[in-house]
């Protein structure tokens, strides 16, 4: 049974670039929430997908935007990359219907902008 | 206030001493309460989530939480050296479109010396 898998694990860009960072959630799962973690601090939450709907939008910009496909994976896009924007960036998977329990972690993307 | 706060540490213990972590949260209306742990350079880990007022047990690890308190705490009992990591709090907030976030603490740094 696949765990969340991310992809790519790390990334480097310049200020300005774009990028997208992308994630299937475990088998099973419909639900797919992305954070950010910056060194030294908790994970902070960016947005959650269920039925290819954003159903929670944390306190990020308008450059950070996602989408949700048929098959339950998701893509974290975001726009005008700034120096702030380096970070670990997970995505976590979970049931709608089970949304109050845990979501499982996948492995992240670090991002690093120059 | 922040929304959920924890001691940053470090918490140094000695190896097969008993590890206490302790989290605080500030909206009443949050429902369920998680333990993920995270060794450096990995993505977090869930150890336990618990929704009810009361302890927990999982092998080593206990869940406690006071609602009225707005607490939430966790043992790790014959503390070992793998469990040195940080150990991050996390409550599950709610939104109008009921999707759900969990909103993290800056986590605490537990280092268990042989």
């Given at each position: 049974d696949a765990g969340v898998t991310q992809s790519p694990t790390h990334l480097?860009?310049?200020?300005?670039?774009?990028?997208?960072?992308?994630?299937?959630?475990?088998?099973?799962?419909?639900?797919?929430?992305?954070?950010q973690q910056a060194l030294g601090q908790g994970p902070q939450f960016i947005f959650q997908y269920y039925e290819e709907e954003?159903?929670?939008?944390?306190?990020?910009?308008?450059?950070?935007?996602?989408?949700?496909?048929?098959n339950y994976s998701s893509e974290l896009n975001?726009?005008?990359?700034?120096?702030?924007?380096?970070?670990?960036?997970?995505?976590?998977?979970s049931t709608w219907l089970l949304r109050f329990n845990e979501q499982f972690f996948g492995p992240g993307t670090r991002l690093t902008v120059l | 206030q922040k929304e959920v706060e924890q001691n940053s540490g470090p918490l140094s213990v000695p190896e097969g001493a008993i590890a206490s972590l302790n989290c605080t949260y500030s909206d009443r209306g949050s429902q369920s309460f998680f333990w993920y742990r995270q060794y450096s350079g990995k993505s977090p880990e869930l150890i336990?989530?618990?929704?009810?007022?009361?302890?927990?047990?999982?092998?080593?690890?206990?869940?406690?939480?006071?609602?009225?308190?707005?607490?939430?705490?966790?043992?790790?009992?014959?503390?070992?050296?793998?469990?040195?990591?940080?150990?991050?709090?996390?409550v599950n907030k709610v939104s109008g479109q009921a999707g759900t976030a969990l909103i993290f603490g800056k986590g605490t740094t537990l280092s268990v010396s042989s």
């Open positions: 480097i860009k310049t200020r300005g670039q774009q990028v997208t960072l992308r994630c299937s959630p475990k088998s099973g799962h419909d639900t797919v929430s992305w954070y954003e159903r929670q939008r944390g306190n990020f910009p308008d450059r950070f935007s996602g989408h949700q496909f048929p975001v726009n005008a990359l700034l120096l702030g924007d380096s970070a670990l960036y997970l995505c976590a998977s | 336990m989530f618990i929704y009810s007022n009361g302890d927990k047990e999982d092998g080593r690890f206990t869940a406690q939480l006071n609602k009225a308190s707005q607490y939430v705490s966790l043992l790790i009992r014959d503390s070992q050296p793998s469990d040195s990591a940080t150990y991050l709090c996390a």
